[in-house]
């Protein structure tokens, strides 16, 4: 497995962790609160983002930040000593980097 798959699926494992903790907090309060079916219907009114566009902004920067850490991580392995392996890694974490912010950039247009 090559390390862009490495960082890849580390990142997707994170992503889901989050939404699992997301989820299971939401649930802990719809489980103490006394009105279940109040809760229910207010889960199913909220959106599954956040509403506030800069904590939105502050995750996807946090995340950003995060995925750069795995790249700098990446040129430090041992296992990768060859300059041409750590550029190719590079040029793969850009694409994958410039693909994302435009995606990001497309929603915000959108919204």
């Known amino acids: 497995m090559e390390l862009k798959d490495v960082i890849l699926s580390t990142l997707a494992e994170i992503e889901e962790d989050i939404e699992e903790t997301q989820s299971c907090d939401q649930q802990e309060q719809c ?12 889960k199913a009114q909220t959106p599954t983002k956040r509403p506030d566009s800069l904590s939105d902004e502050a995750y996807f920067l ?50």
């Not at 489980?31 to 207010?42: R, Y």
Request: include cysteine; glycine fraction near 2%.
């Open 31 to 42: 489980d103490t609160a006394d009105h279940k079916e109040e809760c229910v219907e207010e």
């Open 62 to 111: 946090e995340h950003l930040r995060e995925r750069i850490l795995v790249l700098f991580e990446g040129f430090q392995s041992p296992h990768n000593k060859s300059v041409e392996a750590k550029v190719d890694l590079t040029l793969n974490f850009l694409e994958y980097l410039l693909a994302t912010l435009d995606e990001r950039l497309e929603a915000l247009k959108k919204s």
